[in-house]
């Protein structure tokens, strides 16, 4: 595909952003190799929290790849988000060891005190809930990821208050660019 | 380096600890630090702080002991004793425990007994360096012995004799299918093809698994290791190392490995001064389970969407950019580095039948002792489960252990004495799969099982086949309506039969084994299903039957029609 024109001020409006500088060293690090896309991806997710469009025309125009294709691949994927998350993630294990202790009442118990089904985000942007297909730490199932923070062998009885607590701890549910 | 220089230097970290007067190993793998290793570690050096006028003290955090549950882990180390493993520490306690070692009294306060079955009664040959070195330390997987196998191999084989040798051992692929890896490598030695790949898949997609996360977290350079001999041995000079995108310290530690291993001259160019030169990227995935398929994982090395293509043509012949590819499991590497330096008899020696050398299981479910543990393959699942994880907690009755996750299928409890091995498991309905196993007691509703996989199947069914796009939700369909009290018997022939179409029509292995788990509960636990349909009526308790049952006056009605029966007589 032909590289498109790309306007001046729309370069210039972000070249301060640290955010963008990241991602486009990591551009030239892979070279701008098209098989460094999910590397990129990953990149510009973790400095931005989501993949917006402009920022994926961005990519696709540096990779020279069609914008189609590279929203294939960041929505075939489930760790990409298109929109923006929570200020602050909740994620429950709902993997086979957790699910078989309890996992899946946890979610719903949190569904309930939040008033959203997971994978939404509260109205107020504060917390996304989601689950996870085994975060890899099934000793301590049923498990719940708050943020950063692991919080293992949980039961259902008090959930939502023992969230709230590890809610008001965290600080920020990004993790600065990895 | 050269190989002189190499043995020259383990021989000095080897005299170096052992003049150690103690050394202290914290574990700090993912399930120990959420337990609160990072203070105990702290507070243990600390300690060695304040001794370090009169003893030094090392302390050092290691990957993952295996022990998970008793997290987390102490381990003293001290020469002319035995090693002390103390559970479940404070920084309090490990404080106090340190201490008393330095002054001779050391206090037996949380300490496990040597001969603790978890530990005492595995085989460890893949894990043995995980919870005992530094995983980030290159000196301390040197000191033990590693590297000794890719000097051997670029030193004393030639990479026919490299194959010969992981052939000799019996060695399958311990990624699920079990393929002679062998043969697999020779298939590529073979190959005609410009570049050559090797990739180590470390996409453990299979919910309650973790031997794969706590290999890479633990002892990484194991696994490049390995990679490198298979590079040699196969004529590749590159390698992709796929990490699971949840498993971002895994993908960290493999970096930090290959950066290292790269300055020491053991991985890159020429490598320990032979001509044999060998690169490593890692890739990291981004939560697709379908990326744990050999074709689906290539497609997204070369960053485009998981979506498996038919083989053959096999990745042999037609792998990443066209090329001739080998991909193995990264436990399948874990065990390379052994059969080279030990000889392949050591593997070859343990195992039963065609299924040679250990296995690595993950444990968890409903069982007192979790953690990771690795046995001989043969070993019985009731060893597995009484003996080395301790039985079921409260007393409750095993009802059923499931292994190969979405793919695999369950074990009921007739089946304990059973060997667990590639061929002996596939005849009980399921499969070894990559080594999650997950312990069910009679609190555990199998219907709801087999719906909980399914649900999973579905989600993650790429959709580019229709048998398994559509095929999943319809038996997550029907699954939903017999835990929710509305199926009919009926509805359970179709099940069976969908079954069937979907084994034999499926583009790739996620589909055909996708009706794996429903037909194995099925097998065991037809009388459960039963319950649900005729009587409406969860035998564990577990299904909450809220919906009305369609009723069978209806169904029969159905089956009028259809044979144009409709006489009018009473039903
Ligand atoms: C749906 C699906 C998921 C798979 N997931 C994994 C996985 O997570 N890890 C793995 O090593 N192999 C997985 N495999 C098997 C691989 O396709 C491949 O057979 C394996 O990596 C070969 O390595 P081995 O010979 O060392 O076992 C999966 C296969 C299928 C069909
Ligand atoms: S199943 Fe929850 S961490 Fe593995």
Redesign the interface.
Known sequence: MEARPVLPDAITAHVDDPRRRLVDQTLKRFQYRPDALIEVLHVAQGAYGFLGEELLSHIACQLNIPESQILGVATFYHAFALRPRGEHCCIVCTGTACYVKGGGEIVKALEAAYGIQAGQTTPDGRVSLGTARCLGTCSQAPLLMIDNTALGHEVVEGIAGRVAAALGKSSSGREPGS | MNQQRLQERVRQLREQQSTNPCRVLVCCS??CL??GAGAVKSALEAVAAEHSGRVSVEVTATGCLGP??R?PLVTVRRPGHADAVYERMTPELAGKILAGHLTETPPADNLLPADLPFLARQTRIVLENCGRIDPENLDHYLAADGYAALARALHDFSPEGVCAAVEQSGLRGRGGGGYPTGLKWQLLRKAAGQRKFVVANGD???????MD?ALMESDPHRIIEGMAIAGYATGAAQGYVYV?????MAARRMHKAIRDAERAGLLGMRILDSPFSFRIDV???????VCGEETALMA????????PVPRPPYPAEHGLWGEPTVINNVETFGNIPPIIRNGPEQLAAIGTGRSRGTKIF?L???VIE??LIEVPMGTTLREIVFAIGGGIPGGAAFKAA?TG?PSGGCIAAQHLDASMDYENLQALGSIMGSG?L?I?SEK?CMVD?AR??MD?CMD?S?GKCSPCRAGTVQMYRFLDRVSNGSATERGLVHLEELCRLMKETSLCGLGASAPNPVLSTLRYFRDEYLAHIREHRCPAGVCRMTEVPVTLLADELMQRIAAGRLDGEAF
């Open positions: 993912s399930p959420s337990a998970c549950s997290g453990e997609g299979d919910p309650g698994a973790f996360r699971r995108g949840e498993y971002p890739r990291l995935g981004a939560g697709a389970f997204s090395i070369m960053g485009r969407r998981g979506q993950a968890c479910g409903e979790n953690g499931q996750g999650g997950i069910m555990t099982v909980f996989f999973f993650e790429c």
